[in-house]
């Protein structure tokens, strides 16, 4: 969320306005000791911030760049000037029982609650995409409101074509119920094992988990073959997709999925699972069943290989820049 509200300020600036990025105050929590930190937070950011929002310019176009603070519009003198950015309503549909993956706890369900009865307060939502706006008009029965699709980081746009000596698949993704990360490496492992043992797989994310490793050995792959990656930069990033045949996206639940853009903006496919979400976002990539046993990895590989379909993706990345999402951005304004 650090990137998206920069990416905002930058995108505010360019259109001609003067921008103030607020946040709640952790001179306290972030020194208090570890038990105490999370209770300390919560007054800062719910008894102490508030009286900064109280002070706001009634005339003061504000942005709030995460609907998970839509709490916050509850203590403006005003919100008939207030944008929301709704990347997801995944917890909020976790917390009224939507989803079997995920039991949330009474808290949980108070805080969903909370949030989904504040985006109502809410003068325009943005969402990062149609699925998210669908599920904004049936949980909170808004409709209307604009869909402003997140842009790829301009560097992105930079294109690589040289795509020889690419032998690696890519999983970009943290682990969890949503994210779904063992089945991509379950992919991996049969594409593999199609290909004899050819295409080695580097994980940009957390370590293996102990399921990750048990599929991979019990697949009869090695795991000398996976390579994980944490905290690299921007660039090393950008290196790993370069480098990559093709990208392994398994998400079931997502507001929105930059590593495909990310990827196909380097010349790469990718092959995903196929949910609606992923299906948006990666709409002309490759998708299997992921309830299916017999997929023919080795048809896909031929087809992450073909030239004029990586050009194709290659072209409608080009076209989520931040210069459409900053005249995107300027027309939802020019409406309030």
């Known amino acids: 969320m650090h990137r998206y509200t920069h990416l905002l300020a930058r995108s505010y600036e360019a259109i001609g306005y003067q921008v103030e990025i607020l946040k709640p105050p952790s001179l306290f929590s972030r020194r208090a000791p570890h038990r105490l930190q999370k209770w300390i937070g919560y007054v800062e950011k719910y008894l102490l911030f508030p009286f900064r929002l109280r002070r706001l310019n009634r005339n003061a176009l504000i942005h709030v760049a995460d609907h998970s603070d839509a709490p ?100 970009v993704s943290t682990v969890g119920w949503r994210k779904r990360r063992d089945l991509a490496v379950r992919a991996w492992c049969e594409l593999n094992r199609q290909l004899s043992g050819q295409v080695d797989l580097v994980v940009i994310g957390p370590s293996l988990t102990p399921e990750e490793e048990r599929i991979i050995s019990a697949t009869g792959n090695s795991s000398s073959q996976v390579r994980t990656l944490q905290n690299i930069s921007d660039a090393a990033l950008l290196q790993e997709y370069r480098s990559s045949r093709l990208l392994i996206q398994t998400s079931k639940y997502e507001g929105f999925c930059w590593p495909i853009l990310e990827a196909n903006s380097q010349g790469v496919v990718a092959l995903c699972a196929d949910e609606p979400i992923l299906r948006e976002t990666g709409e002309g990539n490759l998708f299997f069943d992921p309830t299916a046993t017999d997929t023919d990895f080795q048809a896909a590989i031929g087809a992450a290989d073909d030239c004029a379909l990586a050009e194709g993706l290659q072209k409608r990345a080009s076209a989520f820049s931040e210069e459409r999402f900053r005249d995107g951005l300027s027309s939802i304004v020019r409406t309030i």
């Open 72 to 171: 916050y519009l509850t203590f403006l003198r005003s919100t008939e000037k207030t944008i929301v950015t709704c990347h997801d309503l995944i917890a909020v549909r976790a917390a009224v029982g939507e989803l079997p993956e995920h039991q949330t706890r009474g808290s949980g369900r108070i805080l969903q609650k909370w949030i989904l009865s504040s985006l109502a307060r809410a003068g325009t939502i943005v969402s990062v995409s149609r699925a998210t706006a669908r599920d904004l008009e049936r949980l909170a029965g808004r409709s209307g409101d604009p869909v402003l699709p997140n842009p790829l980081d301009d560097r992105f746009l930079e294109h690589s074509v040289d795509r020889e000596n690419r032998n690696q698949a890519l999983i």
